[in-house]
């Protein structure tokens, strides 16, 4: 199952493809084609005529287009057969995710990027390649999803891109790459008024970590740990997880955090490189196909792929706005701090073990000198003794005080080896210290804004709600006395905007203004007609008492 398919130029030209995208493919026109953004109009053609044989871009086998419903769409092979890029849906939206994140964040992302090798017939197709703006930043993502994968392939396709000093990234989709495992739920045991106890479920929280079990992982899960100590990992649900070794234990001990969506870039972007041994097996035919555009392609999303509702998919969407909801609740981990101190370990470990490799090797060094000198001793002994016996006495003396003063040497170098050492771990110790003072000043100073913050939404939430009851009170005010032109504005605003108690702020406010000046405009009229019924008044008297004089003249 693959989201994405060619066809060749001459075969789409029989079907008016409106979502096709020309692209350059092993030096050939074609039509790139994305499952999901197939429409209805191409959909019907497709089954109706049997039109569109398409191509995978793995295999170069024919592919079949699946129709369910334009989020579930897919490409499919016309045979069950093993090939080398299969790309299920949730591997997909999982890729477009961590693509999203990165152009959000101000970086370049590319889908599809190819990388040259040298191998002819190897050119690894990276998930997501991702560069900085300004700057030599660059990253490769990888998303896993098959259990299978061997960790030979692994390796080579670190390796490709660790030529070109990139670090790969890798992101495993739990449900798909292991067969069970355990750890981001935690079991409760709660006691009930009654005396009884029941166990309960709940999701992991952001301010927690918990052991990660699992059963049935592949080689490749160890291959990465031991290589980096922690990796990536998301679920079907859409939440991301950081699942490192456990740097309190020496065995194979894991433990899983949850990681916020607004923290996954930087957590991606510590990836170091690594160097993995691999033996390369040269195939008889390409394991991918060579994309002529080495650069990969752009991908403009859309709402329906992000948001699937497929029971397979993952619904990204939902599970941040799980994650913002729960976290006004909850803190959450410093998946930075805790990789940061997973490294310093594996870094002291790592000192420890070529300390101790050191050693066994200067042990064997001494061991081998003090062999190969009494060796020696004993051929010039054999050789000395038949020429004068006073000479034996000379030369056993001169071995002797030789020996001592290797041994001397020998154990000062060792001393000073120690001494050197320890004062590197002391001179950590304060580094780390220091360290742990300024992030304790820092916490405190993040508390006080926090706090101030806190204070200045109360503020602007209590001058809300007082602009909102002087709005109320004006408005009911205006209603009181009001003629019918205000009535019918009120009536108006009320069925575009609601009842007014309802209304937001911001609508209240055009409410208000709305109804002032058809008020206004009802209050100039009223003045006008009392001010014409005035005059007419005056007119009235006037001729009342022009009529009035005139009836005395007579």
Not at 101 to 118: C, D, H, M, S
Request: net charge neutral; charged share 30%.
């Amino acid at each position: 199952m693959s989201l994405y398919a060619y066809l060749p130029y001459e075969e789409a030209a029989k079907v008016q493809h409106d979502t096709g995208v020309l692209f350059h493919y092993e030096g050939k026109e074609v039509w790139l084609f994305q499952s999901t953004n197939i429409n209805s109009y191409e959909r019907e053609m497709l089954k109706k005529q049997g039109l569109g044989r398409f191509k995978c871009f793995s295999c170069g086998e024919d592919m079949k287009f699946v129709a369910h419903n334009k989020k579930n769409n897919y490409f499919s092979h016309f045979q069950r057969k093993e090939c080398t890029l299969p790309e299920s849906l949730e591997h997909a939206i999982t890729k477009l995710k961590i693509y999203t994140l990165f152009k959000q964040a101000g970086y370049i992302p590319r889908l599809e990027r190819v990388f040259n090798t040298i191998h002819a017939d190897y050119n690894p197709r990276a998930d997501v390649f991702v560069e900085a703006i300004s700057g030599s930043e660059k990253i490769v993502v990888e998303v896993q999803g098959n259990k299978s994968i061997l960790p030979n392939t692994v390796a080579k396709r670190t390796m490709a891109y660790a030529a070109e000093k990139i670090p790969t990234a890798w992101v495993l989709i739990l449900e798909n790459y292991f067969e069970q495992y355990g750890g981001t739920t935690v079991t409760e045991v709660i006691k009930h008024n009654d005396g009884s106890f029941t166990n309960e479920v709940r999701a992991l929280r952001y301010d927690e970590d918990s052991i990660f079990t699992v059963s049935g992982a592949p080689k490749s899960f160890s291959q990465l740990m031991a290589a980096y100590g922690y990796v990536i990992a998301v679920n079907h649900e859409g939440h991301f997880f950081l699942i490192r070794q456990d740097v309190f234990s020496n065995s194979d001990v894991y433990r899983i955090s949850r990681i916020p969506h607004e923290n996954l870039v930087e957590v991606l972007l510590t990836t170091e490189l690594v160097d993995l041994d691999y033996h390369y097996e040269p195939k008889t035919m390409k394991e991918k196909g060579f994309f002529h555009g080495l650069a990969g392609f752009d991908h403009e999303l859309t709402e329906e792929l992000m948001k699937n509702n497929s029971p397979t998919a993952i619904d990204f969407e939902l599970a941040y706005q799980i994650e913002l909801e729960r976290l006004k609740s909850e803190g959450k981990l410093d998946p930075l701090f805790l990789i940061r101190q997973l490294k310093e370990v594996r870094e002291f470990v790592s000192r420890d073990k070529i300390r101790e490799k050191y050693s066994a090797q200067r042990e064997k060094m001494n061991e081998s000198k003090y062999r190969s000198g009494v060796e020696r001793f004993n051929r010039n002994y054999t050789k000395l003794l038949n020429v004068k016996t006073y000479m034996n006495d000379l030369m056993v003396k001169l071995i002797q005080q030789k020996e001592e003063q290797e041994e001397l040497l020998y154990m000062k170098v060792y001393e000073n080896t120690i001494n050197e050492w320890n004062s590197r771990l002391d001179e950590k110790q304060i580094e780390n210290m220091q360290l742990k003072i300024r992030l304790k000043k820092i916490l405190s100073e993040l508390e006080q804004k926090a706090l101030n913050i806190e204070k200045y939404i109360e503020t602007r939430t209590q001058e809300g709600i007082q602009k909102r009851q002087m709005i109320l009170a004006e408005i009911d005010s205006l209603q009181d006395t009001g003629g019918k032109s205000t009535q019918r504005a009120i009536i108006e605003v009320v069925k575009v905007y609601g009842e007014f108690n309802k209304q937001t702020n911001k609508e209240l406010v055009k409410s208000l203004k709305q109804i002032k000046n058809v008020y206004s405009q009802e209050i100039e009229k009223q003045k006008k007609k009392e001010e014409k019924k005035s005059i007419e008044q005056l007119r009235d008297e006037e001729r009342r008492y022009r009529e009035t004089r005139e009836w005395r003249l007579f």
